[in-house]
């Protein structure tokens, strides 16, 4: 059965490409350039005559974009583009949950096919090689098997809807400091063990139809049109056929370009006439500087794509937006995605019976964050904060004031004048100043336009710390909602520190004086150091960008109507210098940055260099326990599987997700570091108070001659083998 299925895939896929073909060859010089060049911001020219109809794309990765103008950064402010606003894909990495990952992709197809788009500008797949990279929030993590496993299921569900996932951005785009231009350099060994898995698996398990290049060089090549990533690695060796689309603005050279492997050239300027696959490339044609051939190639991939999708067969799905349905896995996947890192007396979850007052203090209990972070910003439907989320589960007959506690700019980075994208190619968006995002040192132009400067932020501040701190004692509960925002987890630039902004480790240390059992809520994409009043604190939940239901979510956490089962994707470090990119100096550099560190990123680093982590890899809380018993290694075919007993010995019902990692049994010694150990398996397993199950882990590779840890976390090993 399944050999006959094979066979007729095969049969199909052969049948594309000729009929690709032939249509190619029937296509005039103008019609193919047409094709493979952005003839308006999101959307590629179509060929009426013969029924090829354009290529229309979208982002992002938490739900369709709002509808811009053709040839502007423009948004048209309709009333019909809003969208379910989905937990961004940190978020999604902390679930730890691949149905749920096969859920979200399902979402975002259905409403791109909604919306009438084609191409999904999704997801992003880049490592987490620093907590400062600006982007953090739009990526999974920073192990390539976590997100090569979670990104896998969400680009297939995504392409059930005969809409094309674009995996982004390749390769080793980590930075957003002159993301533009910045040349990275890597030992090829670190490039192929942690940078290009995830895409790998993306394109040929995932079978994403579609993958988007990366601004940045590689070797002195820019990514777009670079030989060796697009041509050596992607065609020849993956032997990949699907399209490649560029980042918007991230080609250089029409030569370099048409002969590379990049099939359609996408930028952010309105001369879409004058992009160098356009009228340039049909010019050098004719002038025979390039060959018409370079670009059949590329006509044939987007029309085998364009069959793929059932654009022309009359054969394709319809799609579907902001239906009941995807409400429920935002909030399916918000609820799973949150992470419970301290709870040290077993404060949480909190009563809501018994109690007439709570205080929630901090801008984040009411900040809505949808509409921001650069291209993946979303208009939502409807975006509840945790407030709301709050008042809504306790119902009316307890009161819950707010206090801001701490504010920031936001209110003022909008000025009104150009886009950020439109003006990101001249700026390479370097320069916060001009994207509204982050406080640098020097007071920012809209806080000058509000006739305000740091010393009047600081007195609001001053006075706003002052008014929670007085209020706190004498409330039932008191929950302090902070994080990041958007003027930090933001496209185009990175953040300079991994401090809490806005003076929110002095309003978290005075609530605590004041109030010992302040609950501690922090939102954000990326960890913050948190050494100033992390020992004080008894109970600290960290929550993402959680979507449209981010803020109910949270609220059932906080009072006990989920139990919270979110594990850290990445490691949360205590200082900045304990990240290796940090340690050697290597980040945020403006011409060129040299990934030294090799392999030892993340956890693999921390454990390496036996740096305490303030939270590791992996971790995360229960409101129950789990006992893990019998572990063994088990072999079905070619397959490995480690097969343990999971059993919930608390009393209250919840989820457990069992990792595992491989430790070489002899220590290899890479970079003259040690490698001790890498995830290589992970299951999430569902238990009713004393219930027990046995657990099969799909294992990476074979675990033979090596030691296994499983374990509740990298550093809560639980059994060796
Ligand atoms: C981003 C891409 C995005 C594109 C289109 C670029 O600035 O890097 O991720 O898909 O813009 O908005």
Same mark, same amino acid.
């Given at each position: 059965?399944?050999?006959?299925?094979?066979?007729?895939?095969?049969?199909?896929?052969?049948?594309?490409?000729?009929?690709?073909?032939?249509?190619?060859?029937?296509?005039?010089?103008?019609?193919?350039?047409g094709m493979i060049h952005g003839a308006s911001l999101f959307q590629t020219k179509g060929?009426e005559?013969?029924?090829i109809p354009p290529l229309v794309m979208s982002d992002g990765p938490m739900g369709i974009r709002q509808e811009f103008y053709p040839d502007q950064w423009k948004a048209m402010g309709l009333t019909d583009d809003s969208v379910t606003y989905l937990p961004c894909n940190?978020?999604?990495?902390?679930?730890?949950?691949?149905?749920?990952?096969?859920?979200m992709g399902n979402v975002l197809g259905r409403e791109a096919r909604g919306r009438g788009k084609d191409v999904i500008l999704a997801p992003g797949?880049?490592?987490?090689?620093?907590?400062?990279?600006?982007r953090?929030f739009e990526?999974?993590?920073?192990?390539?098997?976590?997100?090569?496993?979670?990104?896998?299921?969400?680009?297939?569900g995504i392409q059930?809807w005969d809409v094309a996932a674009c995996?982004k951005h390749?390769?080793?785009?980590?930075?957003?400091?002159?993301?533009?231009?910045?040349?990275?350099?890597?030992?090829?060994?670190?490039?192929?063990?942690?940078?290009?898995?995830?895409?790998?698996?993306?394109?040929?398990?995932?079978?994403?139809y579609t993958?988007m290049?990366?601004?940045?060089?590689?070797?002195?090549?820019?990514?777009?049109?670079?030989?060796?990533?697009?041509?050596?690695?992607?065609?020849?060796?993956?032997?990949?056929?699907?399209v490649?689309i560029s980042d918007w603005g991230g080609?250089?050279?029409?030569?370099?370009?048409?002969?590379?492997?990049?099939?359609i050239e996408m930028s952010v300027t309105y001369d879409f006439d004058?992009y160098?696959?356009a009228?340039?490339?049909?010019?050098?044609?004719?002038?025979?500087?390039?060959?018409?051939?370079?670009?059949?190639?590329?006509?044939?991939?987007i029309?085998?794509l364009m069959?793929?999708l059932h654009m022309?067969?009359?054969?394709r799905k319809s799609g579907a937006y902001n239906t009941e349905e995807h409400r429920?896995t935002a909030?399916?996947?918000?609820?799973?995605?949150?992470?419970?890192?301290?709870?040290?007396?077993?404060?949480?979850?909190?009563?809501?019976?018994?109690?007439?007052?709570?205080?929630?203090?901090?801008?984040?209990?009411?900040?809505v964050h949808a509409n921001g972070g650069g291209s993946a910003e979303i208009k939502a439907l409807y975006e509840?904060?945790?407030?709301?989320?709050?008042?809504?589960?306790?119902?009316?007959?307890?009161?819950?004031?707010?206090?801001?506690?701490?504010?920031?700019?936001?209110?003022?980075t909008d000025n009104g004048e150009i886009n950020w994208q439109e003006a990101s190619l001249?700026?390479?968006h370097?320069?916060?100043?001009?994207s509204g995002?982050?406080?640098?040192?020097?007071?920012?132009?809209?806080?000058?336009?509000?006739?305000?400067?740091?010393?009047?932020?600081?007195?609001?501040?001053?006075?706003?710390?002052?008014?929670?701190?007085?209020?706190?004692?004498?409330?039932?509960?008191?929950?302090?909602?902070?994080?990041?925002?958007h003027?930090?987890?933001c496209e185009g630039?990175?953040?300079?520190?991994?401090?809490?902004?806005?003076?929110?480790?002095?309003?978290?240390?005075?609530?605590?004086?004041?109030?010992?059992?302040?609950?501690?809520?922090?939102?954000?994409?990326?960890?913050?150091?948190?050494?100033?009043?992390?020992?004080?604190?008894?109970?600290?939940?960290?929550?993402?960008y959680?979507g449209m239901?981010?803020?109910?979510?949270?609220?059932?956490?906080?009072?006990?109507?989920?139990?919270?089962?979110?594990?850290?994707?990445?490691?949360?470090?205590?200082?900045?210098?304990?990240?290796?990119?940090?340690?050697?100096?290597? @980040?945020? %550099?403006? #011409?060129?940055?040299?990934?030294?560190?090799? =392999?030892? &990123? *993340?956890?693999?680093?921390? $454990?390496?260099?036996?740096?305490?982590?303030?939270?590791?890899?992996?971790?995360?809380?229960?409101?129950?326990?789990?006992?893990?018993?019998?572990?063994?290694?088990?072999?079905?075919?070619?397959?490995?599987?480690?097969?343990?007993?999971?059993?919930?010995?608390?009393?209250?019902?919840?989820?457990?997700?069992?990792?595992?990692?491989?430790?070489?049994?002899?220590?290899?010694?890479?970079?003259?570091?040690?490698?001790?150990?890498?995830?290589?398996?992970?299951?999430?397993?569902?238990?009713?108070?004393?219930?027990?199950?046995?657990? @099969?882990? %799909?294992? #990476?590779?074979?675990?033979?001659?090596?030691? =296994?840890? &499983? *374990?509740?976390?990298?550093? $809560?090993?639980?059994?060796?083998?």
């Amino acid at each position: 059965m399944a050999s006959n299925q094979t066979k007729q895939m095969e049969r199909q896929a052969k049948q594309y490409w000729n009929q690709a073909r032939e249509l190619t060859a029937s296509l005039t010089l103008d019609e193919k350039v047409g094709m493979i060049h952005g003839a308006s911001l999101f959307q590629t020219k179509g060929v009426e005559r013969l029924g090829i109809p354009p290529l229309v794309m979208s982002d992002g990765p938490m739900g369709i974009r709002q509808e811009f103008y053709p040839d502007q950064w423009k948004a048209m402010g309709l009333t019909d583009d809003s969208v379910t606003y989905l937990p961004c894909n940190s978020a999604l990495a902390a679930t730890w949950n691949r149905r749920l990952a096969k859920e979200m992709g399902n979402v975002l197809g259905r409403e791109a096919r909604g919306r009438g788009k084609d191409v999904i500008l999704a997801p992003g797949i880049n490592l987490k090689r620093s907590p400062l990279c600006g982007r953090n929030f739009e990526y999974f993590s920073e192990d390539p098997y976590l997100t090569k496993e979670m990104a896998v299921p969400f680009i297939q569900g995504i392409q059930n809807w005969d809409v094309a996932a674009c995996v982004k951005h390749f390769a080793v785009n980590n930075q957003e400091t002159e993301r533009l231009w910045v040349d990275v350099t890597i030992d090829e060994e670190a490039l192929r063990t942690l940078y290009l898995p995830a895409f790998y698996d993306a394109l040929k398990k995932g079978g994403s139809y579609t993958v988007m290049g990366a601004y940045n060089r590689l070797y002195g090549e820019y990514c777009c049109q670079s030989q060796y990533l697009l041509g050596d690695i992607l065609r020849k060796e993956w032997e990949y056929d699907g399209v490649v689309i560029s980042d918007w603005g991230g080609v250089h050279d029409t030569e370099a370009a048409a002969n590379s492997q990049l099939d359609i050239e996408m930028s952010v300027t309105y001369d879409f006439d004058e992009y160098f696959m356009a009228n340039p490339l049909k010019q050098a044609i004719e002038e025979g500087r390039i060959p018409e051939t370079a670009i059949d190639e590329k006509v044939t991939r987007i029309l085998v794509l364009m069959m793929r999708l059932h654009m022309m067969d009359g054969k394709r799905k319809s799609g579907a937006y902001n239906t009941e349905e995807h409400r429920k896995t935002a909030l399916s996947v918000a609820r799973e995605s949150i992470v419970l890192l301290k709870n040290k007396k077993g404060q949480l979850p909190l009563p809501a019976k018994g109690i007439k007052r709570v205080l929630v203090i901090g801008e984040n209990g009411v900040c809505v964050h949808a509409n921001g972070g650069g291209s993946a910003e979303i208009k939502a439907l409807y975006e509840i904060s945790p407030l709301m989320g709050i008042k809504k589960c306790l119902g009316g007959n307890v009161k819950v004031d707010f206090l801001p506690g701490y504010c920031s700019n936001l209110e003022e980075t909008d000025n009104g004048e150009i886009n950020w994208q439109e003006a990101s190619l001249e700026s390479g968006h370097k320069d916060r100043e001009s994207s509204g995002c982050q406080e640098g040192n020097a007071p920012l132009p809209f806080e000058k336009k509000a006739g305000k400067n740091r010393e009047d932020l600081r007195k609001k501040r001053d006075q706003l710390r002052e008014e929670a701190v007085k209020a706190a004692p004498f409330y039932d509960q008191v929950i302090v909602i902070g994080g990041l925002n958007h003027q930090y987890d933001c496209e185009g630039a990175d953040r300079k520190d991994m401090k809490l902004p806005y003076e929110q480790d002095q309003l978290i240390c005075q609530l605590l004086k004041v109030r010992p059992d302040t609950v501690v809520v922090l939102l954000g994409g990326s960890p913050v150091e948190m050494g100033e009043w992390i020992h004080n604190a008894d109970s600290l939940v960290w929550c993402w960008y959680g979507g449209m239901e981010g803020g109910t979510a949270l609220a059932e956490v906080l009072y006990g109507l989920v139990n919270p089962s979110g594990r850290l994707p990445e490691s949360f470090y205590k200082r900045l210098e304990d990240c290796s990119a940090h340690a050697i100096g290597e @980040f945020a %550099k403006e #011409d060129q940055v040299d990934y030294r560190e090799g =392999i030892y &990123v *993340g956890y693999r680093y921390l $454990d390496a260099s036996q740096i305490e982590p303030e939270f590791c890899f992996g971790h995360g809380l229960s409101y129950t326990t789990f006992s893990y018993h019998n572990g063994r290694l088990v072999k079905e075919g070619e397959d490995w599987y480690l097969s343990c007993l999971i059993t919930n010995t608390g009393n209250c019902h919840g989820s457990e997700v069992v990792q595992v990692y491989v430790r070489p049994s002899v220590p290899s010694k890479e970079g003259g570091m040690e490698l001790f150990q890498e995830l290589k398996g992970f299951e999430k397993v569902e238990l009713k108070p004393g219930e027990s199950q046995m657990v @099969f882990v %799909k294992l #990476d590779g074979n675990p033979e001659g090596k030691r =296994i840890a &499983v *374990g509740a976390s990298s550093r $809560d090993i639980r059994m060796l083998l």
